[in-house]
């Protein structure tokens, strides 16, 4: 076979699979940027649909004073049922902790750097197993880094105990009702 290519078809040639290489990246970067939008516009339609369902609705609610990301802090400061009523279909998740565990302070440094991806309606109580001991009897919490959904009367919805970084919480919390 003779291949007889001249410079100017190879320079042709080349710069054609140069704009198909541009066309090619793109369009997968037009498509992860509206997957996106979408993923976003059904949580948000989701998380409208699921309203119906909860005690309060968006229509009691003041849609414009609406948190934009959820809340980390200290069980003992945090008053379940105001701050649950402010949002519809509040997520209430204690997080027992301690001091001596270090999957625990890395989970909460998580936590604490990437709050603002916490869904709005979802609060995450700290709650340090030493300093209480009762909470931790009460929901039969034998381990740090567990984890127990409430509900606003403090009932127990769900326990588990095997989110030992943001990414997986967050599947977690996807999960929840």
Do not use: H
């Not at 498509?31 to 989701?46: A, D, G, H, Y």
């Not at 400061?77 to 001091?99: C, G, M, Q, R, Y």
């Not at 270090?102 to 995450?124: A, G, M, T, Y």
């Amino acid at each position: 076979m003779n291949w007889n290519i001249s410079k100017k078809s190879l320079y042709q040639f080349a710069i054609t699979l140069l704009a198909l290489i541009v066309f090619i990246a793109s369009s997968i970067g037009l498509f992860v940027i509206f997957s996106q939008e979408n993923i976003l516009q059904f949580s948000t339609s989701k998380s409208k649909s699921s309203t119906q369902n909860s005690s309060s609705s968006l229509s009691e609610i003041d849609a414009a004073n609406l948190p934009t990301s959820g809340k980390y802090t200290d069980y003992k400061t945090f008053d379940i049922k105001s701050e649950s009523a402010k949002v519809p279909n509040p997520k209430i998740i204690l997080f027992f902790s301690s001091s001596e565990c270090l999957s625990c302070k890395s989970l909460e440094r998580d936590i604490e750097r990437e709050v603002n991806l916490i869904p709005f309606n979802v609060f995450i109580l700290r709650v340090d197993t030493l300093q209480n001991k009762e909470l931790a009897d009460k929901y039969q919490v034998l381990l740090p880094n567990t984890f127990v959904q409430i509900n606003q009367n403090q009932k127990e919805l769900r326990k588990w105990d095997y989110s030992y970084n943001f990414v997986d919480l967050i599947k977690e919390i996807n999960k929840l009702n």
